[in-house]
């Protein structure tokens, strides 16, 4: 009789993801390959990442944090030290993935971009999440959720469901960040599948507008081919 107490290996059973992400995109991404058997080693600052206090929160604990972090391990690693470097390059040692969603160019000054880490472990896989891409003009911007979804559209697209709204409605929520989330996670999946038949490490950069504009590919075709009856 099979035993149904017992649980089989995840599918990134033995994988080791060292996690350099705060707030929900990056965070995000890491729970759902923490679900799936892979070990993740949260790296944060020594004050500990902000959303640990941050609200909701249960017991004195911010009960966020603890939602898009489950399942994870923890280390408080100061990057801005030498030792916090030496510290983290022998984690990197063992590990399989990098993933950090910091504001592009701060892991560089850190001295741990894509080229560096490469150097020392050529096999590892490095994934940015960002509000706009690593490179071009807005890379630099800040970009949280509401405001992607005002750039890329998302609001816009709700008034174009709702005609009797004057101006869009503000959308609080964090789709773009749960979205380039599962973008993210997917992406690596496909480098650790993509490294096992070559050997090779792989660059993935992760844009929260890239993500929605994929999400939003109904409203921009009906915007450029609208259609000669209103919606049904």
Request: hydrophobic content about 40%; overall charge neutral.
């Amino acid at each position: 009789m099979r035993n149904q107490t017992a649980v089989s290996p995840g599918a990134l059973d033995g994988v080791r993801v060292l996690d350099l992400t705060a707030y929900v995109a990056g965070p995000y991404a890491t729970r759902l390959m923490a679900d799936m058997g892979a070990e993740i080693i949260k790296v944060e600052p020594p004050s500990g990442d902000y959303m640990r206090s941050g609200v909701p929160r249960r017991g004195g604990k911010g009960t966020y944090f603890a939602q898009v972090n489950a399942g994870k391990k923890s280390v408080a690693i100061d990057l801005t030290k030498p030792e916090g470097i030496d510290l983290f390059f022998r984690l990197l040692d063992i590990s399989d993935v990098v993933i950090e969603n910091y504001r592009p160019g701060v892991m560089q000054r850190y001295g741990l971009d894509y080229a560096t880490l490469r150097n020392r472990k050529p096999d590892i896989i490095y994934c940015s999440v960002s509000g706009y891409g690593q490179e071009g003009p807005a890379s630099g911007l800040s970009a949280y959720a509401p405001i992607i979804h005002a750039a890329s559209g998302w609001e816009l697209s709700k008034k174009s469901y709702e005609p009797a709204l004057e101006k869009p409605m503000r959308n609080n929520d964090a789709t773009a960040d749960f979205m380039g989330a599962t973008h993210a996670m997917g992406a690596i999946c496909a480098a650790l599948f993509r490294r096992e038949r070559t050997g090779e490490g792989e660059r993935l950069d992760i844009a929260m507008m890239d993500v929605m504009h994929s999400v939003l590919a109904f409203e921009y075709q009906e915007a450029q081919f609208p259609p000669k009856r209103g919606r049904p």
